[in-house]
């Protein structure tokens, strides 16, 4: 079990509000140990897989994309994080005629474009598009001071706000409540003053459950749900919809909340390889805190992606509060991960995976370096712990509400893993976790 005693030893991230996405776990943007002439080019093995994955995110799939017209004017936040860059990017991918207006951190307009068509090139944006964003589309602003940009006049023609900025911090970072709850509040605040405003998507994580929840988690019992919360940004989101639903009450809003994203059915860990490292350890490591058989919610981002514009752009919604996820019926267990590993490495020569507790995992830290390649040992003793307390809580999170809205089932982790490690098996480990550390 995770404890906040526990996680204050774990190294503080940056607070990059709009750079990162929101989901608890949720991919960061890649860093500069990222070889991007290698991960930009090569053919995949695991192209079967992907096929196969993408079948459930085939044109059409999500019915209510096809619903956005030039009338619609998206607001959309966090662009230059995973999951708020996924977002643009299939928007400009559907060729939609939505009108724009991506907020980025930046110090001016041509800096903020500039960030925003960085960010989308990792999800290979062909470049006429990219062509298509000016800086009419950029909103040069940041949740720690709403007033700096709250008398934009654009700011008044939105019809849709997709909230997908915030500080993820795993530690205690100084800003994640002025940010997460008290900034996010006054930029709603200012977002009702929209007359024409039809949907306020504000994305926040599934994992507010707790440390103790029940083994399939509900939406409307997940604030209740007793136990501690994992880390203080979970704490932050689940205040930050608890005033958002009193402060928004009346209109239309609702709450999104992705479960684990890692990888890309189509790019792999192309965008980012946040996440997908604690996959790669536990399958180093040959153990896991989970039983075998115990399961892990986990989808792709651009499935995600869709889905958080299929909720945004549903001309009625049955509900406040919804799950992106994978649910108990599309969720893979620990021991089908570890075939897909065995499948895409072609190498079962490391013993049979087992299950075990954090302890045994980290009386192994002199063979670290043996394991995992270079490292640092303190690092990864961090890291071990947080990836057991996860998969230890072995939760899945109902998706039925989404199924309802007319979504397709997302694709198995277990399904697409072999293109995510595809595209990073050169990368180390160590190297890779530190996207979701620094």
Same mark, same amino acid.
């Given at each position: ?7 204050? $030893? ?5 607070a990059l509000n709009g750079n990162r996405s929101t989901s ?19 053919? *995949? ?42 977002? *643009? ?26 960030? *925003? ?13 990219l062509d298509k964003l000016g800086p009419a589309n950029i ?25 997908? =900025? ?21 930029? =709603? ?18 994992m507010i459950c707790g440390d103790r929840p029940p083994s ?37 809003? *609702? ?12 790019? #792999?860990?192309?965008?980012? #390889?946040?996440?997908?490292? +604690? ?36 001309? $009625? ?21 570890? +075939?897909?590993?065995? $499948? ?46 996860? +998969? ?47």
């Amino acid at each position: 079990m995770i404890t906040q005693t526990l996680l204050k $030893k774990a190294t503080v991230g940056r607070a990059l509000n709009g750079n990162r996405s929101t989901s608890m776990l949720a991919a960061r943007a890649p860093r500069p140990w990222m070889d991007e002439r290698r991960e930009n080019g090569g053919a *995949v093995n695991g192209v079967e897989q992907v096929r196969t994955a993408r079948g459930n995110l085939s044109a059409g799939a999500f019915p209510n994309l096809g619903a956005i017209t030039s009338s619609d004017f998206f607001l959309i936040t966090g662009v230059t994080g995973f999951l708020g860059g996924t977002v *643009v990017a299939e928007l400009l991918a559907s060729h939609s005629t939505a009108k724009l207006l991506l907020m980025v951190r930046a110090g001016s307009v041509a800096e903020g474009l500039q960030r *925003v068509r960085r960010s989308l090139e990792r999800f290979e944006v062909p470049a006429a598009l990219l062509d298509k964003l000016g800086p009419a589309n950029i909103l040069c602003g940041d949740l720690a001071n709403v007033a700096a940009f709250a008398e934009d006049t654009r700011l008044d023609a939105v019809t849709h706000v997709i909230n997908s =900025a915030g500080v993820t911090s795993f530690g205690k970072d100084p800003n994640v409540w002025s940010v997460n709850v008290d900034g996010t509040l006054a930029f =709603a605040r200012r977002l009702k003053q929209a007359k024409g405003l039809k949907r306020f998507t504000h994305i926040s994580t599934a994992m507010i459950c707790g440390d103790r929840p029940p083994s399939v988690v509900e939406e409307d019992v997940s604030l209740s749900i007793n136990g501690q919360h994992l880390v203080p940004y979970t704490e932050s989101k689940a205040e930050a919809e608890r005033r958002l639903t009193v402060e928004m009450a009346g209109l239309p809003f *609702v709450i999104v909340r992705p479960t684990i994203i890692a990888g890309h059915t189509r790019l #792999g860990c192309r965008p980012s #390889g946040s996440i997908f490292w +604690a996959f790669r350890m536990g399958h180093a490591l040959r153990m896991t805190t989970s039983p075998l058989n115990g399961m892990i919610d986990v989808v792709p981002v651009d499935y995600a992606a869709r889905a958080v514009l299929h909720l945004a752009a549903a001309r $009625k919604l049955e509900h406040s509060i919804y799950h992106v996820g994978s649910g108990p019926s599309h969720s893979s267990t620990f021991a089908e991960i570890d +075939a897909a590993f065995v $499948k895409a490495t072609g190498d079962s020569s490391g013993g049979e995976l087992r299950s075990t507790s954090i302890e045994e995992a980290l009386s192994r830290k002199a063979s670290f370096q043996d394991i995992f390649g270079h490292c640092n040992r303190r690092f990864m003793q961090v890291a071990i712990r947080l990836y057991g307390g996860f +998969a230890g809580l072995n939760a899945t999170f109902d998706n039925s509400r989404l199924l309802q809205e007319g979504a397709p089932p997302p694709p198995k982790f277990s399904d697409y893993l072999g293109v995510c490690l595809e595209t990073c098996k050169e990368v180390n480990i160590y190297a890779q976790a530190m996207i979701d550390f620094v």
